[in-house]
């Protein structure tokens, strides 16, 4: 049988993430520190592990709502009230989903009709342009760069709308550059489409994640609730990623869209995580703070040691990551991760993973222990001597 015939063309057009290839390597090698995949290396707060147990315990592992826990949705909105000042009705203005990725899918699905134009800076995480593609969309790749610290201007915005443009992602903190939107710039952003349709996702699945002044949501913008989704999730700043659970907040009928598409595909979120996710939001403050503490001192220690070796490192402002660039070498993004795992067993990805204007750079995740962070910059240090 060919299956090249009866599988989707669509699918089959899709390059394999660039992140995953890395990852899977590193599994194969003994002694690899891995610095390739994105999850924080510290415990689930107990206190939602303990309700977790509670609630198998109680047997309560049934299906809930589609749309979440009333409970849960309720402290979503408050969280958001709390967070970003905006105010979203519970009941049908914030659906639960199965981690931030599902909600960024029904996002783009909820919008995009075949032919559709979709903006999207770059580099950037790497679900959102195949997720376009599949829905017929065109992905439009809006290029950030070091000199403007890796954030979206609104002269790059201007140059890339046309009529077919229906939709613009905004990846901020940004997953791989840790860039930062700040209000005065996002309120640069919304001026130049203020009098267009287009809908802005907002994936901000690291706003607690910031090191200096606090995250702003697009949404909490003047006049740009009513055309912005908002993505978030609880798998980075709670330490949540196995539990698969995000959230999605939005005007009411862009939520009965996503809703739709939630109840077909995947009809609720896990039972167990949604109860668990209500401590999270009304109990771990203080836990989040000591993780966004000490990944403060784990980039510090990062970017001096990568600028200290002669890898020029922008100083990422929010997430866990930083963008040091690698054309010093003489080396292209692959090769030297390529190089790098081969010979000094550590795994990072290649920047071009996040887009072709991320040639030239690496992407390394510090939400790991010092140790290994140490360890892996050591090796590093001696991979750059041994190939001058």
Known sequence: MNYDNILSQKVL???????????????TIEDVIS???GEPDFKTPWTVRRKA????????????????LEELRRACADYFKRTIHTDYSPIDEIVITVGGSEA??????????????????????VCYSPIVKLTGGVPVPAVTLEEDCFKLTADVLKNLITPKTKALILPFPNNPTGAVMRREELET????????????????????LTYGEPHVSFAELENMRERTIVINGFSKAFAMTGWRLGFAAAPKPIIEQMLKIHQYAIMCSPTVSQYAAIIALTDCIDEVRAMVEEYDM????????????????????GAFYVFPSVKSTGMDSQEFCTRLIQEKSVAVVPGNAFGDCGEGFIRVCYAYSTKHLTTAMERIGEFLKEIK
């Open 13 to 27: 057009d899709l390059k394999p993430s660039g992140i995953r290839k890395f990852f899977d390597i590193a599994a």
């Open 35 to 37: 610095l390739s995949v």
């Open 53 to 68: 147990i509670e609630v198998l315990e109680q047997g309560k592992t049934t299906y809930t709502s589609n749309s979440g």
């Open 104 to 125: 960024i899918d029904l996002a783009i699905r909820a919008l995009v009709n075949p032919g559709d134009e979709v903006i999207i800076p770059e580099p950037c995480f």
């Open 189 to 208: 952003i919304a001026e130049v489409i203020k009098n267009t349709d287009i809908v802005v996702i907002s994936d901000e699945i690291y706003s607690e």
């Open 298 to 317: 784990r980039r510090r220690l990062v970017v001096k040691g990568f600028n200290d070796m002669g890898l020029p490192c922008f100083t990422p402002e």
